[in-house]
Structures are given as structure tokens and as C-alpha cells.
């Protein structure tokens, strides 16, 4: 069974710029969340969807992050315009039954 | 809300001493409690969870996890480290009705020194 997949895996940009990154869930997972993970800290939620609907976003900031899961599978999140202090590790999660989620790679981000 | 404190941010250990990492959290409501193992430029691997029944819980990997409520706690153990158990470990919680994120705490660096 394949994993959650993410791309890019690195990504630099300068601040004010714009940056999407993509999700692949595991095949018929109907949850799926994004995670945030800034260095040396625990991973922390920004959105959780069910199917293509939004559970819970209220941790994302609103103003600069977007984030959609088209036909319930795949998911983009974005950043505009990124600051520097959203360099960190974007962890995406996908669930089957509620309590276990399987994590992709990640994607590093750095804001110069 | 939940919560989860990591006591300790680095843990140094020899290779095939034992080893716990101590994980405490905060919560009004029952909870699932989960550990995770993150290698470095890898996402995160879970390596056991507690949901109900037996508070002694088995892992992959050797690790083990006993769930104390009246102590709030669940700490991670293995008998014998090797070098590959090198990495970060992260306690988790989830509120245990419905399809609820993780809040993790801030992690434990397990170095293992030949």
C-alpha cells in the first residue's frame, strides 16, 4: 500500500513570495490534515478536512494560508505571501478510522 | 483543551542500556494517546498507541508504553537501545469521540552512543 505522498520535499523562497504544496493521501482515507512543524517544536495543526469539507481550520492564519482538497482526495496548501517565520517542516496526515493517522515526508520550507 | 509536556528535550543513552522517555498530558475528557518516531528528513512513524483495555501497550521496534490515568501519564520504554533508535520521539494526544487532530508534545531527542 502506498504511503502519503508530498511535494516538493525542499523548498526556498525569498519573503512576500508565494509557495504550494501538495498532498497524495492514502488511497481511500477520507481525512486528511495538514501539520505544521517548526524546528524543535511538535507538530501543530492548521487544517483538517473530511472528504473535500473543512473539520477544522482555526488554527490556520487565514490572512496569509489557504488550503483545498479537490474531490475529497488530493490537497494543496499555500502561503501568500510567505513570511519568515513560516520556515518550517509542512507535514501532511491522512486517516482511515479516526485514531490512527499515517504521515507523509514533509516538505521543509525556508523563508529568506 | 489537551496538551502533552515532554520532560525531557534530549535524552543521551548507551547502546543496549535501557531506556524511558517520560510523556505527561493534560486533558478534562478521555483521551487516545499515541507515540510517534521521526527520523531525521523523515515524516512521522507511529510506534504504538494506547485506545482502551490493556494500559501496558507494545509497539514496534521493542518500544512499550504503559498508560497511567491517575498519574496522567505514558512514558515510553525499551530495554535495550541500538544505535538505530536514534531520533526524535513525539507523545501525542487525540480526545477519543470522533475524528479529532493530534496535539503533540514538543519532543524528545533519543541519541544512542556505541
Known amino acids: 500500500e502506498a504511503g502519503v505522498a508530498q511535494s516538493p520535499r525542499y523548498k526556498i523562497i525569498e519573503k512576500r513570495q508565494s509557495v504550494a504544496f501538495w498532498c497524495n493521501p492514502i488511497?481511500?482515507?477520507?481525512?486528511l490534515y495538514w501539520y505544521q512543524q517548526i524546528l524543535g517544536q511538535g507538530p501543530k495543526l492548521l487544517i483538517q478536512f473530511q472528504n473535500n469539507g473543512v473539520v477544522d481550520d482555526s488554527q490556520l492564519p487565514k490572512d496569509r494560508f489557504s488550503a483545498e482538497r479537490l474531490k475529497g482526495v488530493d490537497s494543496t496548501l499555500k502561503i501568500q505571501p510567505a513570511k519568515l517565520e513560516d520556515s518550517a517542516v509542512y507535514l501532511c496526515a491522512s486517516s482511515l478510522v479516526f485514531y490512527t493517522q499515517y504521515f507523509g515526508p514533509g516538505t521543509r520550507l525556508t523563508v529568506l | 483543551a489537551q496538551s502533552v509536556t515532554q520532560l525531557d528535550s534530549q535524552v543521551p543513552v548507551f547502546e543496549e542500556a535501557p531506556v524511558e522517555l517520560r510523556c505527561n498530558y493534560s486533558s478534562s475528557v478521555s483521551v487516545y494517546l499515541f507515540w510517534y518516531v521521526q527520523y531525521p528528513n523523515q515524516g512521522l512513524q507511529l510506534l504504538l498507541k494506547y485506545l482502551s483495555g490493556s494500559t501496558l501497550v507494545k509497539g514496534i521496534n521493542g518500544f512499550e508504553a504503559e498508560f497511567n490515568k491517575s498519574q496522567t501519564s505514558f512514558h515510553l520504554r525499551k530495554p535495550s537501545v541500538h544505535i538505530s533508535d536514534t531520533a526524535e520521539y513525539f507523545c501525542a494526544v487525540s480526545v477519543n469521540s470522533g475524528n479529532t487532530p493530534l496535539v503533540f508534545g514538543k519532543g524528545t531527542r533519543l541519541s544512542v552512543i556505541a
Open positions: 488511497s481511500g482515507h477520507a481525512t
